[in-house]
């Protein structure tokens, strides 16, 4: 049992930093793991935690592992547990005021709630702790859209 | 790339507020927004972040958007994925201890499972950061209960 | 309405612990509150939270009830949701590098998707706020394996 350092006399910080994603298309899996690296580099927080978090409820925040056959393996579950195909009253609305260029997106809805819109990562001796095969990924659940993702650090 | 003011002479505060409801039915999504945002104001953080969770096994918090037809969907979807008639072997438990008052609730541990007990949001200029669309909700997956929300406000 | 006491003059703690967990088999859901607990103990903290992470994109952390029978029902659900036995392309590729000992693991990243790799727990007097019936799990959806859980408290 080993206990990170405890400097209690350290100034503590909060961190904010929003950027901007263009997603190419639904369901797609944007691995921003390097960018929330570079804000925690930048930041000079040693000790704390970065909270990740998606200002949108078609696109989740999740980690997992960042290879291509296994990406499409996610997008086919996400499908089958709310197929993009099937009937939702949510499309009715999106539909009578589509002229904001909203196109049916229950399905999109529906697995984000199963997803989520945060993940929270510890951060030690300035380096996120994420293990050997975690990435942090944006996960879009709609169409082709700019998302914002805000990375809020806390720390000394 | 914007960083929040790094105020970091300010005075850190933990801040805990626990707040009670009573929910009408299972399964019910109930915004719970407003709640977080007075907290949030009474606080007096303007940066760090807010974290709401559920003291419950089978009442959920998640984010996404208020809108009537939607939540029905997603009642929809969850019934789907853990039917409240079928059979879980929890409920020969809760039956066999029937005079808690606990009515077999399988379904609703399982979709609790899915969904999860606590969402983290930033706090940026002394508000809430949500989306245009996001709204917090507790999800009663059970039957109409009083549930305790706590909400845990770190910032400066 | 009530507030936690706001000693603002009390010293700030980061303080992160990790510890080993061997898991036995897959799915499993592994206790680990007690383990939260006495890191929250030991670390004196008073009020603030718990972070608790898994480092793993096959394991997950999740916040349920630790009743026996409810367990299983979980375990038959993930297992309708993401079988083991169906086909992912995941599994094709880990077969080419099964070299490293890697067993065709689809469903435990599909199933973990679903799940999530944190939990956010608040403390309060020295205490995790978790309530009657939550306990916090460890849920391996892979094999028997070594994971390890990173606990980062934040608070005074």
């Given at each position: 049992?080993?206990?990170?350092?405890?400097?209690?006399?350290?100034?503590?910080?909060?961190?904010?930093?929003?950027?901007?994603?263009?997603?190419?298309?639904?369901?797609?899996?944007?691995?921003?793991?390097?960018?929330?690296?570079?804000?925690?580099?930048?930041?000079?927080?040693?000790?704390?935690?970065?909270?990740?978090f998606s200002?949108?409820?078609?696109?989740?925040?999740?980690i997992?592992?960042?290879?291509?056959?296994?990406?499409?393996?996610?997008e086919?579950?996400?499908?089958?547990?709310?197929?993009s195909?099937?009937?939702?009253?949510?499309?009715?609305?999106?539909?009578?005021?589509?002229?904001?260029?909203?196109?049916?997106?229950?399905?999109?809805?529906?697995?984000?709630?199963?997803?989520?819109?945060?993940?929270?990562?510890?951060?030690?001796?300035?380096?996120?702790?994420?293990?050997?095969?975690q990435?942090?990924?944006?996960?879009?659940?709609?169409?082709?859209?700019?998302?914002?993702?805000?990375?809020?650090?806390?720390?000394?």
């Amino acid at each position: 049992m080993e206990w990170a350092p405890d400097k209690e006399e350290d100034k503590m910080k909060f961190l904010s930093q929003t950027f901007m994603i263009r997603t190419e298309k639904g369901p797609q899996f944007i691995d921003i793991t390097e960018r929330v690296e570079e804000v925690t580099r930048q930041s000079g927080v040693s000790n704390g935690f970065a909270v990740i978090f998606s200002k949108h409820t078609t696109a989740a925040i999740r980690i997992n592992e960042n290879e291509p056959a296994l990406l499409g393996d996610m997008e086919r579950m996400l499908e089958q547990i709310a197929p993009s195909c099937a009937e939702y009253k949510h499309n009715e609305f999106a539909h009578a005021f589509s002229d904001n260029g909203e196109r049916p997106n229950g399905h999109s809805h529906c697995q984000h709630l199963l997803l989520g819109a945060s993940e929270a990562v510890p951060i030690v001796d300035g380096k996120l702790i994420v293990g050997q095969w975690q990435r942090v990924f944006l996960v879009e659940l709609d169409r082709a859209r700019d998302r914002e993702v805000v990375v809020q650090l806390v720390g000394e």
